[in-house]
């Protein structure tokens, strides 16, 4: 073999590729900034090239955003059948905590990656997307529904309050977390309130939906025949 040849890194495998380029990019997220990582550096430390890690994914946000589904997989491969007789509130507490529980190993990455975040504002918005794609199915996971226009209500509230106690926990350094999971006690207790409400506000309006339709129908019927 000469020596190009043993220059050049071995193909892998896409989904280990994928896997170790998670792992790559969570590790040196724990040793430096955000913003100082480099495609380049999550390929070396992969063990890939830099054309490897294109086939895989399009940006450093696409493997963070592997690394989310990652912590997904092992929530909801964990169940929640013991909770199958608790209240919406528990089951939901109980699917968040083992969010949290599963992200752990990777707090210090992920306090590098929310100073990023604070500081580029441009970047919130897909932070925000990600949180809501995961929630969904943590709201899935505790059996609640997460569908329709209250569906979509729920799914954004559950996002800014995951972001608020997401901050709690990264500087929560008790053994049990016990400052988090008052945190979150807290803003599942609020959700609730406000979910009630907005739909007892739908159940209040619907009765209106149809009429208001019908007129709204009426009347840009009359502005197309002009």
Known sequence: MDKAQQGQ??????????????DALMA????????????????????????QFRDAFPSKGAVLGAFSRRIDRQVLEGGSKDLAGESAKDRLF?????????????????????AWAMHDPASLPALNQL???S?????????????????????????????RVFHVWLSDETPDQATTMAALDKEIS?????????????????????????????????????
């Open 9 to 22: 890194k071995k193909p892998q495998g896409g989904g280990d590729l994928r896997e170790k380029l998670v």
């Open 135 to 163: 929630l969904r199915f943590m709201l899935e996971a505790a059996g609640l529904n997460s569908e329709g226009p209250l569906g979509a209500l729920k799914l954004q509230g559950l996002a800014f309050a995951w972001t």
């Open 190 to 226: 609020r959700g609730e309130t406000f979910v009630a409400r907005a739909d007892e506000a739908r159940r209040l309006l619907e009765p209106l939906a149809a009429p208001l339709r019908s007129f709204a129908d009426r009347i840009l019927g009359g502005v197309q025949r002009k």
């Open 94 to 114: 109980d699917v968040l905590m083992r969010r949290f529980d599963a992200m752990a190993p990777y707090k210090p990455a992920l306090k590098h990656i929310n």
């Open 131 to 133: 949180a809501v794609n």
């Open 28 to 51: 040196l997220a724990a040793e430096k900034p955000w913003e100082e990582i480099s495609i380049s550096d999550v390929a070396d430390r992969a063990g890939a090239t830099i054309a």
